[in-house]
Each structure stands twice: as C-alpha cells, then as structure tokens.
C-alpha cells in the first residue's frame, strides 16, 4: 500500500514569498491533515478536511496560510507572504478506517531566509 | 483536548524492555490513550491505542492504570531502529469530527548498543 505522498520536500525562499506544498493522501482516506513541526516541538495542526470540506482551522494563521482540498483527493497548502517563523517542517497526515489512525507522510521543510 | 505528562527523556540498552511511562490526571471518559513515535528526519508513526483494557500488536503493548491517570508503552525487547521521539497523545473519538492530534514535547528515546 503506498504512503502520503509530499512535494517538495525541501524548500528555501525569502520572506515575502510565495510557497506552496503538495500532499497525495492514502488512497480511500477522507481525512486529510497538515502539521506544522517547528524544530524541537512536536507537530502542530493547522487544519483538518474531511473529503473537501474544512472540519478544523483554528489554529490556521488565515492571514498567510490557505488550504484547500479540491475533489476530496489532492491537498495543498499555501503560505502567502512568507515570514521567518514559518520555517518549519509542513507534514501532510490521512486518516481512514476502521480508526482513523493517522498516517503521516515525509514532510517538507521550509526555510524562510 | 486533555494534557499528558511524559519524561523529556529515557535511556535503554539493546535487546532489553522499555518502558515509557505518561501521565494524564485529567483524562474524560471518552478520551482514547495513543501513542505516536518520531524517528529521526521522519513524519511520526501511530504505534498502538487504547480506552480501558491492556492492548498488545506487533510493535508494542499498552498497560492502562485502573483509574486511566496513566499508562505506559511497553517496548518489549528494543532494537536501535526503537530510537526516536515518544508520543502520548489522547483523542476524544475514535473517527469523525475534529479529531486532529495535539502533541507535546513527548520522550526522546535513547537505545545503547
């Protein structure tokens, strides 16, 4: 069975840019999840899709950072501009029964200079 | 989501038990105890769950207190490959709904040769 799939993984931009990630869940799963894991902390969640509508982002900094889930499949996760303290490592989970564990993919890490 | 409490660290040797210990006083009746672990330069791993009872499978057991206030993940005979970040997480359900994981630091794991 193929894992969660994550491109690129690794990405260095300047602060003001633009960036985006792409995450490929396991095929079947409806739950898909984005993790923000800054260095010596355990991840965070940003947000949380149940096919392609949005069950959780409230810890998603709306001002910078958008999702989105088109066809339930594919996610991506955008950073608009990009400041210094979004370099982390951005993990893409998928959830799926019969308890929804979740799988984790590789992560991208993002350095923000 | 409730809090748990684990070593920042702990240190076995190769081919013995490990015992990782989490503490979570404040645990709800519907919380269900999962435990997750991070290898070096990878997205975390689910290991095992559970609500009540003792829970074992192939990679490694899980003994509940009584009164749910603590349990501990039992590494039955680790390897160099069990180094990695621990962690002890509760979820308020098994699936559906914001179910998202809420990490902490967890328990950096140490394995001598």
């Known amino acids: 069975e193929a894992g969660v799939a994550q491109s690129p993984r690794y990405k260095i931009i300047e602060k003001r840019q633009s960036v985006a990630f792409w995450c490929n869940p396991i095929s079947g799963h409806a739950t898909l999840y984005w993790y923000q894991q800054i260095l010596g902390q355990g991840p965070k969640l940003l947000i949380q899709?149940?096919?392609?509508?949005?069950?959780?982002d409230s810890q998603l900094p709306k001002d910078r950072f958008s999702a989105e889930r088109l066809k339930g499949v594919d996610s991506t996760l955008k950073i608009q501009p990009a400041k210094l303290e979004d370099s982390a490592v951005y993990l893409c989970a998928s959830g799926g029964p019969p308890y929804n564990e979740q799988f984790f993919g590789p992560g991208t890490r993002l350095t923000v200079l | 989501d409730a809090k748990t409490t684990q070593p920042n660290s702990m240190e076995s040797n190769e081919e013995e038990p490990v015992h990782l210990p989490c503490n979570h006083s404040t645990i709800s009746g519907t919380d269900y105890i999962h435990w997750y672990r991070q290898l070096p330069s990878q997205g975390p791993e689910y290991v095992i769950h559970g609500l009540t009872s003792n829970v074992n499978n192939r990679m490694a057991s899980l003994a509940i207190a009584e009164d749910r206030k603590s349990s501990t993940l039992i590494l039955h005979r680790a390897t160099l490959r069990d180094a990695a970040v621990y962690y002890c997480?509760?979820?308020?359900?098994?699936?559906?709904?914001?179910?998202?994981?809420?990490f902490g630091k967890g328990t950096h794991l140490i394995i001598q040769p």
């Open positions: 997480i509760l979820r308020d359900s098994e699936g559906g709904g914001a179910d998202g994981l809420t």
């Open positions: 899709f149940q096919n392609n509508g949005v069950v959780d």
